[in-house]
């Protein structure tokens, strides 16, 4: 799941269609508020949620996106992998990929894009260990945050039970920064247990996130 930050057209009737997102905003509210994640930002991504929009589009090619030309989230219910995810998941995701594009601009930042390069090149010498982390069985087979971080560190070179191809990451520094806030920001936010791995692992992005949000 990704920001998308160019017209791609087609979009047509943005409409609500099956996704109750009162609802969904309503309940993901209330898991935030139990959240001991950053203060500033759990706060922060508290504000976001309320001032969301949210929409249904059945043609996505995702289960979610946000579309900041449009500043709305869009969910497809009718996504064949939709109800694999946990709604909570999806909604701490995409808006954190408003928050950062509106707010953050990771991007922009050079302590976090130079972690980036860095948790790249050291990702080269960990790759059987990172690779048991996702071994069948294991606590973090199918978390979707730590996945992501991998895909989008290796660039798709890696493979991960989830995350883009190859092709997706080559379309600039600006999609790898991105994928890896969010994924971060939902760890930190949904208190994921992955946050071990990230601390074992990528404790330099980790750090360059926290300044970011804090
Ligand atoms: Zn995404």
Known sequence: MSPRDVASGGIGQAELGDFDGIKAEAHF?????KSGGTEAHVK????YAQTTQFAEDINLKYPALYD??????????????FDKYDIEFIMAHEISHRMDILQYKSWEDDVFMRAIEMSAQGISSHVDGIMSVFSVGSEYENDESL???VSALSKGTINVPTGHPIEYWEQGDVYVATEIFSALSVIDVLGSPSI?????????LLNAYRGLVK
């Open 29 to 33: 509210l209330q898991t935030i508020r």
């Open 44 to 47: 922060n991504m508290a504000f």
């Open 68 to 81: 900041s030309k449009d500043d709305i989230i869009y969910f497809n219910t009718k996504h064949p992998s």
């Open 147 to 149: 996945s992501d971080i």
């Open 196 to 204: 071990k791995m990230v601390e074992k692992y990528f404790v330099r």
